[in-house]
């Protein structure tokens, strides 16, 4: 994900300050990784660096002094850019569960028994997601997030399921390379 863009986007509605961006991001974003405070004002400086954004003025609403934010017409037409671009499919697997049946098979492991652990995990965590997203009040975001997560999750666990039955097989090839 584009924390460049993302704030962008979160400034198209107007000018806002660092905290306030995070707030929303964590807010708009729920299943995503939360920022920290220091990614977000390095990545705002950046885009000010860049002309993306600039600075709007301060305020201190009875607190501390914030810098307030704002795409620049530059920004808005970059954003707009990135948001109509094609997502690429990743074109290698980089999967970690992938690459642990590997290593389980080569170093004399047990893939099957890490399998079934794994798919423990990943059952574990559906539950929390349909959970959350059918609780009382859940808004759309949380909901379309926890339904990202769960097709993930899903397609996960048939990947597991067919390597499990497939485990002889790869043994055999793994060991005769």
């Given at each position: 994900m584009s924390t460049r863009h993302i704030l962008l986007g979160l400034l198209a509605s107007g000018p806002s300050h660092g905290y306030d961006l995070k707030r929303r991001h964590d807010d708009r974003f729920p299943q995503a990784r939360p920022l920290a405070y220091g990614q977000v004002?390095?990545?705002?400086?950046?885009l000010v660096r860049d002309g993306l954004a600039e600075i709007e003025g301060t305020d201190s609403d009875g607190g501390p002094e914030r810098t307030m934010y704002r795409a620049t017409d530059e920004g808005t037409g970059e954003l707009t850019r990135w948001a109509g671009e094609i997502a690429p499919p990743a074109p290698f697997v980089a999967n970690e569960i992938f690459a642990k049946v590997v290593v389980a098979i080569l170093s004399g492991g047990d893939p099957a028994g890490y399998l079934s652990a794994q798919r423990a995990a990943h059952m574990e965590r559906m539950r929390e997601l349909t959970a959350l997203k059918a609780a009382k009040g859940a808004d759309l975001?949380?909901?379309?997030?926890?339904?990202?997560?769960?097709?993930?999750?899903?397609?996960?666990?048939?990947?597991?399921?067919t390597t499990a039955a497939r485990l002889t097989t790869l043994t055999a090839e793994v060991d005769a390379a």
């Open positions: 004002y390095t990545t705002l400086q950046r975001a949380t909901v379309l997030s926890a339904d990202y997560a769960v097709t993930h999750l899903d397609a996960d666990l048939r990947w597991m399921t």
